[in-house]
């Protein structure tokens, strides 16, 4: 692709471009614009000054464009919209405001591609450009054919590229035929195809075979660049003790290159005041997105505090200079100094020398690495091409790769790459793939797919683990079956490959393209779907299944395939205990599957936590916990006092921390407020009031979306739930200390209630008083 390019646009906005035709919903302006705005927007994304873009517009309501012709008969109603020059974003959204359906009926199609010759002679001069006119129209205005030779010549002598896309024109081609075509619309149509037919590089089409090439994604062409510019070496030149050292001078190119997405940038809007502390704006603007909205990219600044107890609050700020490098191993940090980095580093020079040959079949193709390259002979220097074509043939007709240390500036790190031979009739160079050190190459052995070689010794070739010959042969059936080689069909109908490597498209990075383009035209809406060429070959061809389903149900009898049952939904983010043995202790003691074990009062937290672990479905879940809850609500039932309130506490503790591991916090939050309730209705013994207070100071309350994202209580429910709604807050006795002794009474009050001892049976009646002056009646 040329480095300049200077294309025209010339845009029908008749008053019949604003109607709809051949049932689209859509008017033939806005139909024709989708291939517009894509190469429109294809040269914003590139964001290169060299291409230029200029728009014309054809039947406008009025006359603007060369002064020179202006007034000349045979050019109303051409106006240019865009003079030739780069194009941005802000140009992008002013010609969607403009390019609008007219009020005019008239206007010459073959005077407006005298006006584009005309700009682009003017701008281009006789620079080196690739040169296009894009004429966009529905044919229905007259056309004058006066001057068709002029225009012609002129435009294979500027070496234009014209371009016709008609809508609603017949292709036999494209198989397009438009029925009870107007008279006026044929002749035109004729007339622009004898045009198109007398220039040199000029192409005709109808509109619609146009937009669908706009789904197919394009490939971007890069620019060769050089990466490495010297001497290929064999033996080393400068020492004289060597008898016949090999030195070629050489050009190394990029030959493939790793595509990737476009990456996004950080960017706000100029406000004229910084941020953060952490951020501030760029004062200039950004290449590509200038002029719409003043945005401005973000610049990183980063403060670095060291611990000081004497520096206000506790932190001081230190400089980047002072700061020692620490580098991770495990979980502690390493320091090295930059004397003993230095060690670390090659003192290394810009090179390419040879350090062996190695057999081509001896090669693994595992072992090439990362993006390929190719190395020529330099321009102009005969000696460099004898000497390496010499090299290349030696290399071809022993068969043989060489192995090369590279080093592409002095400094850098070497690399070791594979140099392999191409030989062409007009062609010869080396390719070349980096290889791996010997350090990072990882040999792991695996079992054999054959046989089975027991802990004896001994070899089986028949064993469950193996497939049968019914099954090798069902599944090599099925392969042959669904065989892609000649699946698909060519031009001419002939059985071809069904996915081409050059059809097959990388769909994140084309459909970001996509999308990208599609936000910059419309700043809200949904983007386009995802065109079908991306997805083409993302499933198997439905016709090449139904073709072979009989080899696939004759694989899955063979492989006696059955429907795996549902798995359970356990969400425990920690790993689970196995046995040192390997063997499934719970399936040996009990064959037949079983409801969880019942959760009893004497064993509750080991058998709820073994339930839960083993729990099949939700029900089983819901099961066990419903059982832990009634022992809990047991437990408090039968204390005497408070003295099976510390076993109902830590059983709370972990059906609540196993219900939020398996992320099923409803059913600890279902159950919490029955317990509540009827604590405080007095239905667990009596008054139990103290046990919900120590259910809150014990934080066992409901789980809320600060402990577990799939919780519907908010921490502010939370909160409301644990409180109580009682108005005593007077001390309660079963809560206190135990009774003092006689002399204890002597004390203050404060030391008296600190050597309380613990009431006797004869005062458990007035322990259980609810009245607020329990304690100064107990006191006295």
């Known amino acids: 692709m040329a480095d300049k390019q200077a294309s025209v646009f010339i845009i029908d906005v008749g008053t019949p471009m604003g109607d709809c035709h051949n049932g689209r919903v859509q008017s033939d302006l806005d139909y024709s614009l989708r291939y517009v705005w894509d190469k429109i927007t294809t040269i914003v994304a590139a964001s290169r000054k060299t291409w230029t873009v200029g728009v014309i517009g054809l039947r406008t309501d009025e006359t603007r464009h060369i002064d020179s012709i202006q007034d000349e008969a045979g050019y109303e109603n051409i106006s240019i919209l865009q003079e030739i020059g780069p194009m941005t974003m802000s140009s992008l959204k002013d010609l969607q405001a403009v390019i609008k359906p007219s009020n005019t009926e008239t206007g010459d199609a073959l005077s407006a591609i005298v006006v584009a010759l005309q700009m682009l002679s003017t701008f281009t001069k006789k620079l080196k450009y690739t040169r296009r006119v894009y004429l966009i129209t529905d044919g229905t205005a007259p056309i004058d054919a006066d001057g068709m030779d002029q225009i012609v010549e002129k435009a294979d ?110 960017v706000v809007v100029k406000s004229g005041q910084q941020t953060t502390q952490s951020q501030h ?14 945005f401005a990219a973000v610049k990183q600044a980063r403060n670095y505090k060291v611990d000081d107890p004497k520096a206000p609050g506790g932190k001081r700020d230190v400089e ?95 690399l070791l790459v594979l140099l392999a031979p191409c030989v ?7 390719y070349d793939v980096p290889l791996p050190f010997a350090e990072d190459v990882r040999s792991y052995q695996f079992p054999p797919l054959d046989r089975v070689v027991t802990v004896t010794g001994q070899t089986l070739t028949n064993h469950r683990l193996l497939p049968t010959d019914e099954l090798s ?13 000649t699946f698909g069909k060519n031009d001419n109908g002939q059985p071809a490959e069904y996915a081409p490597i050059d059809e097959s498209f990388n769909p994140v990075i084309h459909r970001i393209n996509q999308a990208v383009r599609d936000r910059a035209l419309k700043s809200n809406g949904k983007i386009e779907p995802i065109p079908p060429t991306l997805v083409r070959y993302a499933t198997p061809p439905e016709d090449l299944i139904a073709m072979s389903k009989r080899e696939i149900n004759s694989l899955i009898e063979a492989a006696e395939v059955k429907k795996v049952p549902p798995k359970a939904k356990s969400k425990r983010k920690r790993e689970t205990v196995k046995p040192l043995s390997g063997l499934d202790v719970d399936a040996l003691l009990d064959a037949q599957p079983k409801r969880p074990r019942l959760v009893t009062r004497d064993n509750a937290i080991p058998e709820f936590k073994q339930a839960v672990s083993s729990a099949m479905d939700m029900e089983h879940i819901q099961e066990a916990s419903k059982q832990m809850g009634e022992v809990i609500r047991g437990l408090v039932t039968d204390s005497f006092g408070d003295s ?87 001390v309660r006795l079963a809560s206190l200390p135990p009774f003092p002794s006689r002399s204890a009474m002597h004390l203050p009050l404060g030391q008296r209630m600190r050597k309380l001892t613990r009431p006797s049976v004869s005062q458990s009646k007035v322990a259980k008083s609810t009245r607020c002056n329990d304690f100064t009646v107990l006191l006295k």
């Open 424 to 430: 062409d009739p007009d062609f010869e160079c080396l």
């Open 157 to 266: 002598e500027d070496g234009v590229e014209v371009i016709v896309l008609g809508v609603d024109f017949d292709d036999p081609e494209y198989g397009f035929k438009e029925e009870d075509k107007p008279t006026q619309k044929k002749h035109n149509e004729a007339l622009l195809k004898d045009l198109v037919s007398r220039c040199k590089d000029a192409h005709f089409a109808t509109i619609a075979e146009a937009i669908d090439e706009v789904d197919n994604p394009r490939i971007k062409t890069t620019r060769p660049y050089k990466t490495y510019d010297g001497l290929l070496t064999l033996g080393d030149p400068k020492d004289p003790k060597h008898p016949s050292p090999m030195s070629i001078h050489v050009e190394r190119y990029f030959k493939t290159k790793l595509a990737a997405p476009p990456s996004a940038s950080t």
């Open 644 to 730: 099976l309130y510390a076993r109902a506490l830590e059983a709370m503790s972990v059906m609540r921390t196993e219900l939020i591991e398996l992320d099923e916090p409803d059913i600890y939050n279902a159950f919490a407020r029955d317990f509540k309730k009827r604590l405080l209705a007095g239905e667990l013994g009596g008054d139990r009031r103290e046990m919900w207070w120590k259910v809150r100071t014990s934080r066992l309350g409901l789980i809320d979306q600060t402990q577990s994202e799939l919780s519907g209580v908010t921490s502010e429910e939370a909160q409301e739930v644990c409180e109580t709604q009682s108005s005593c807050h007077c």
């Open 320 to 414: 980047f200079d002072s700061l020692a490098k620490g580098y991770e191993y495990g979980r502690t940090a390493v320091h090295i100094s930059e004397s003993e980095w230095n060690i670390t580093k090659l003192e290394t020079t810009k090179s390419f020398s040879i350090l062996g040959f190695v057999a081509d079949d001896k090669y693994e193709p595992f072992l090439s690495m990362g993006e390929s390259c190719m190395t020529v002979a330099s321009k102009y220097d005969e000696r460099s091409r004898l000497a390496l074509s010499s090299l290349i043939h030696a290399l071809y007709e022993r068969s043989s790769y060489a192995v090369a240390r590279i080093v592409l500036k002095d400094g850098k790190d070497p």
């Open 473 to 485: 042969f069902a599944m090599s059936n099925y392969v042959d079956a669904m065989d892609l080689d």
């Open 281 to 294: 704006l760029d004062g200039e603007e950004m290449e590509g997105i200038e002029g719409i909205t003043n």
